[in-house]
């Protein structure tokens, strides 16, 4: 039965994680997002679901468990903040590597190094252009609203599972803390499905089965490489998904994405009572990225400010979108500060009505 | 009665075990991974749980361990063996799973992830293969590295001072609560192959018990790194190696 | 007296480390001067004094030997 219940954005992602049937969650406490493995320790999912959860002694330890779970074909999640993302990105590799599917969250604070325990989207690059060694990519999934840290949790192991990928879950400290109304699904059963790619004893008949991420034979590495590379043509294809606010007779376009969208839907709307027509586009996953749909709308408008809470990272995406066609401006604060309403229309008519 | 007829399956009171696979071994000349594999490989055999089994593989010369197996297995990062072997146990508790792992895997990099999940009491097999250098890499010091011992990096013999002296990490974990069984092994004699089978046959059965974490080392050549024959470094393994590293049990149930 | 036993060699997967000669208490073993595909010279039977005891087969890394004894019989 669907539930309505006004939950902090951490809790609803532990909440959401028991929902969508998962069999682990393996964790290590990092500030803002010590509330994930709080709640589900609270929770006690193993009652309620049979769900495992483990605090482990880091969080590369915590990304080589879910390895674990991940190729016995079980649904198997972790979720940490920049500092400790950065330490799981050897296990994400070998995760993409072997082609195992994974949710993990990022509950992003400011950097570099151990930064400040502020909101930041500075760790966009690390989720989207690889992070750790190798080509891979990682699905990343931006939410605004504790309503979709809830909906993307099950959303990502949809997705890790149908691509045999690990998906990220890019948050933030705004978004991890904040309290909102939120619509649960119902629960969902923990799959028993046995994969034939997963090691779960070698059955008689079958060949045992290698989880591995290693080829010493370049050939077959290239190999490797080259179905990791369908695989994501195949998600560029498929899987993007964005939302639009005002964009239809739009002169200016903000882009922006998770806290601070929401925050800039705001100056959108004062540009908007000032005779502005700005409008605002949303990309939810940043890999696979909107290329296609801010291309469309380069067309229409005059030029676009991308707004990050960042030194300007997802403006290079935006930039590779537009292909010059119209100008692209970045505005940014960072180190945990949060952009207000008013500096990001007075960086609208400075930086692109006025430049 | 001629020789030839003895030859027959009648007959038969030795063959490589079904669990292990037909592919050539990689390993060097006399080098005792490959009797580790097979009394292991083995004891999962004579204990019936091929089906039930699920390795993993270390980074180090064991990294194809994998190929030899005849099990479903897994490659772990370098020294994430026991926290991969930890995520597979808890979702799939009724499995008997192990790690096999080499001292520069166990006892450097991944001495965080071997101390904790002997310390958790994971349900699990620790097979950990000291042979006091790293092979794969080309013969550098490993943690188990015996004082003066000279290795790629250790050119003029491990200096304590300066290099830090050998980790006896059996011994650390043994003093854990979470270990049901720790157990010192060689395989470079007939006798000491059988012992070594035997413990990790009972390592294996301690599993379904539930108690904790069995951890079984196996003190082991490496003719290539050490600069010697095989026949010569099992001796020089007999005469340094054994005395740094006691051969016997550490840590058994209390009855 | 011993059982009589016997033992066959794969000689491709040997790799001649001489482990198992020592490892034979009836000298039965020694190094071919020959060498496999793989450039080893493997080991080969010198003698018929096998028993079957099967540690050569135990020591070995590369599990090249099986082995065979003949069964007990009565009065021996």
Same mark, same amino acid.
């Given at each position: 039965?669907?539930?309505?219940?006004?939950?902090?954005?951490?809790e609803?992602?532990?909440?959401?994680?028991?929902?969508?049937?998962?069999?682990?969650?393996?964790?290590?406490?990092?500030?803002?997002?010590?509330?994930?493995?709080?709640?589900?320790?609270?929770?006690?999912p193993?009652?309620?679901?049979?769900?495992?959860?483990?605090?482990?002694?880091?969080?590369?330890?915590?990304?080589?468990?879910?390895?674990?779970?991940?190729?016995?074909?079980?649904?198997?999640?972790?979720?940490?903040?920049?500092?400790?993302?950065?330490?799981?990105?050897e296990?994400?590799?070998?995760?993409?590597?072997?082609?195992?599917?994974?949710?993990?969250?990022?509950?992003?604070?400011?950097?570099?190094?151990?930064?400040?325990?502020?909101?930041?989207?500075?760790?966009?690059?690390?989720?989207?252009?690889?992070?750790?060694?190798?080509?891979?990519?990682?699905i990343?999934?931006?939410?605004?609203?504790?309503?979709?840290?809830?909906?993307?949790?099950?959303?990502?192991?949809?997705?890790?599972?149908?691509?045999?990928?690990?998906?990220?879950?890019l948050?933030?400290?705004?978004?991890?803390? #904040?309290?909102?109304?939120?619509?649960?699904?119902?629960? #969902?059963?923990?799959?028993?499905?046995?994969?034939?790619?997963?090691?779960?004893?070698?059955?008689?008949?079958?060949?045992?089965?290698?989880?591995?991420?290693?080829?010493?034979?370049?050939?077959?590495?290239?190999?490797?490489?080259l179905?990791?590379?369908?695989?994501?043509?195949?998600?560029?294809?498929?899987e993007?998904?964005?939302?639009?606010?005002?964009?239809e007779?739009?002169?200016?376009?903000?882009?922006?994405?998770?806290?601070?969208?929401?925050?800039?839907?705001?100056?959108?709307?004062?540009?908007?009572?000032?005779?502005?027509?700005?409008?605002?586009?949303?990309?939810q996953?940043?890999?696979?990225?909107p290329?296609?749909?801010?291309?469309?709308?380069?067309?229409?408008?005059?030029?676009?400010?991308?707004?990050?809470?960042?030194?300007g990272?997802?403006?290079?995406?935006v930039?590779?979108?537009?292909?010059?066609?119209?100008?692209?401006?970045?505005?940014?604060?960072?180190?945990?500060?949060?952009?207000?309403?008013?500096?990001i229309?007075?960086?609208?008519?400075?930086?692109?009505?006025?430049? | 009665m001629?020789?030839?007829?003895?030859?027959?399956p009648?007959?038969?009171?030795?063959?490589?075990t079904?669990v292990?696979?037909?592919?050539?071994?990689?390993?060097?000349?006399?080098?005792?991974?490959?009797?580790?594999?097979?009394?292991?490989?083995?004891?999962?055999?004579?204990?019936?749980?091929?089906?039930?089994?699920?390795?993993?593989?270390p980074?180090?010369?064991?990294?194809?361990?994998?190929?030899?197996?005849?099990?479903?297995?897994?490659?772990?990062?370098?020294?994430?063996?026991?926290?991969?072997a930890?995520?597979?146990?808890?979702?799939?508790?009724?499995?008997?799973? %192990?790690?096999?792992?080499?001292?520069?895997?166990?006892?450097a990099?991944?001495?965080?992830?071997?101390?904790?999940?002997?310390?958790?009491?994971?349900?699990?097999?620790?097979?950990?293969?000291n042979?006091?250098?790293?092979?794969m890499?080309?013969?550098?010091?490993?943690?188990?590295?015996?004082?003066?011992?000279?290795?790629?990096?250790?050119? %003029?013999?491990?200096?304590?001072?300066?290099?830090?002296?050998?980790?006896?990490?059996?011994?650390?974990?043994?003093?854990?609560?979470g270990?049901? %069984?720790?157990?010192?092994?060689?395989?470079?004699?007939?006798?000491?192959?059988?012992?070594?089978?035997?413990?990790?046959k009972?390592?294996?059965?301690?599993?379904?018990?539930?108690?904790?974490?069995?951890?079984?080392?196996i003190?082991?050549?490496?003719?290539y790194?050490?600069?010697?024959?095989?026949?010569?470094?099992?001796?020089?393994?007999?005469?340094?190696?054994?005395?740094?590293?006691?051969?016997g049990?550490?840590?058994?149930?209390?009855? | 007296?011993?059982?009589?036993?016997?033992?066959?060699?794969?000689i491709?997967?040997?790799?001649?480390?001489?482990?198992? !000669?020592?490892?034979?208490?009836h000298?039965? !073993?020694?190094?071919?001067?020959?060498v496999?595909?793989?450039?080893?010279?493997? $080991?080969?039977? $010198?003698?018929?004094?096998?028993?079957?005891?099967?540690?050569?087969?135990? $020591?070995?890394?590369?599990?090249?030997?099986?082995v065979?004894?003949?069964?007990?019989?009565?009065?021996?």
């Amino acid at each position: 039965m669907k539930e309505l219940r006004l939950m902090k954005g951490n809790e609803a992602l532990a909440e959401a994680a028991i929902r969508a049937g998962a069999d682990a969650y393996f964790g290590y406490p990092i500030t803002p997002q010590s509330e994930v493995i709080e709640y589900l320790m609270r929770e006690n999912p193993a009652k309620r679901t049979g769900m495992q959860v483990l605090q482990a002694e880091s969080e590369v330890a915590a990304i080589n468990m879910v390895y674990g779970a991940a190729a016995c074909g079980k649904r198997a999640m972790t979720s940490s903040s920049s500092p400790g993302i950065s330490l799981k990105m050897e296990g994400l590799s070998y995760i993409a590597g072997a082609e195992l599917p994974c949710v993990v969250v990022n509950v992003v604070r400011g950097g570099p190094g151990l930064g400040t325990i502020q909101p930041s989207q500075s760790d966009y690059f690390q989720a989207v252009k690889g992070g750790g060694h190798g080509d891979y990519k990682l699905i990343v999934l931006a939410p605004a609203t504790v309503q979709e840290s809830v909906d993307f949790v099950k959303l990502g192991f949809e997705l890790a599972f149908k691509y045999r990928n690990p998906v990220m879950i890019l948050s933030d400290g705004i978004i991890g803390q #904040m309290m909102e109304k939120v619509e649960l699904f119902e629960q #969902m059963e923990r799959s028993s499905e046995e994969y034939e790619w997963a090691t779960v004893g070698k059955k008689e008949g079958r060949d045992s089965v290698i989880v591995t991420s290693l080829q010493l034979q370049s050939e077959e590495q290239e190999k490797v490489n080259l179905r990791l590379q369908a695989k994501y043509r195949e998600v560029e294809k498929n899987e993007v998904r964005f939302e639009t606010y005002e964009c239809e007779d739009a002169e200016y376009l903000f882009i922006a994405f998770g806290s601070c969208a929401r925050i800039t839907r705001k100056a959108m709307e004062m540009a908007r009572a000032k005779g502005i027509k700005a409008g605002l586009f949303r990309p939810q996953t940043l890999y696979p990225y909107p290329y296609d749909e801010v291309n469309r709308l380069a067309s229409q408008v005059k030029g676009i400010l991308s707004v990050e809470m960042n030194a300007g990272q997802m403006v290079e995406d935006v930039r590779l979108a537009v292909s010059g066609k119209v100008p692209v401006k970045h505005f940014g604060r960072f180190g945990g500060m949060i952009p207000s309403p008013d500096e990001i229309l007075e960086a609208l008519e400075q930086k692109i009505i006025g430049g | 009665m001629s020789e030839k007829s003895i030859i027959s399956p009648e007959n038969l009171v030795y063959e490589k075990t079904g669990v292990m696979t037909d592919k050539v071994l990689h390993y060097c000349p006399g080098c005792g991974h490959g009797t580790a594999h097979r009394i292991l490989a083995e004891a999962i055999d004579e204990l019936g749980i091929q089906g039930d089994t699920i390795g993993v593989a270390p980074v180090g010369c064991s990294v194809l361990a994998y190929y030899y197996f005849d099990v479903d297995m897994q490659e772990a990062a370098h020294g994430r063996a026991p926290a991969v072997a930890t995520g597979i146990k808890r979702v799939m508790p009724e499995k008997y799973v %192990f790690t096999y792992q080499g001292d520069g895997d166990l006892a450097a990099i991944g001495t965080a992830e071997t101390i904790h999940a002997c310390n958790r009491g994971e349900n699990i097999l620790v097979v950990f293969i000291n042979n006091g250098i790293y092979g794969m890499t080309g013969g550098q010091m490993a943690p188990t590295t015996l004082p003066g011992m000279k290795s790629s990096t250790s050119p %003029f013999g491990r200096d304590v001072s300066t290099m830090g002296n050998p980790l006896k990490i059996t011994e650390l974990v043994a003093q854990l609560p979470g270990t049901y %069984f720790v157990t010192r092994q060689s395989v470079h004699v007939p006798a000491n192959v059988r012992k070594a089978k035997r413990a990790i046959k009972k390592a294996l059965e301690y599993q379904k018990l539930n108690r904790g974490t069995c951890f079984v080392e196996i003190v082991s050549n490496c003719p290539y790194g050490w600069k010697m024959t095989p026949v010569e470094s099992n001796k020089w393994m007999e005469e340094n190696m054994f005395p740094f590293y006691p051969l016997g049990d550490i840590k058994v149930p209390e009855k | 007296m011993a059982r009589k036993g016997d033992i066959v060699i794969n000689i491709e997967r040997c790799k001649g480390c001489e482990v198992c !000669l020592s490892a034979c208490p009836h000298e039965v !073993l020694a190094l071919s001067k020959e060498v496999n595909s793989k450039g080893y010279h493997y $080991v080969v039977k $010198v003698n018929s004094e096998c028993t079957g005891c099967a540690n050569c087969a135990i $020591v070995c890394p590369d599990a090249v030997i099986t082995v065979y004894r003949e069964k007990a019989t009565s009065g021996q």
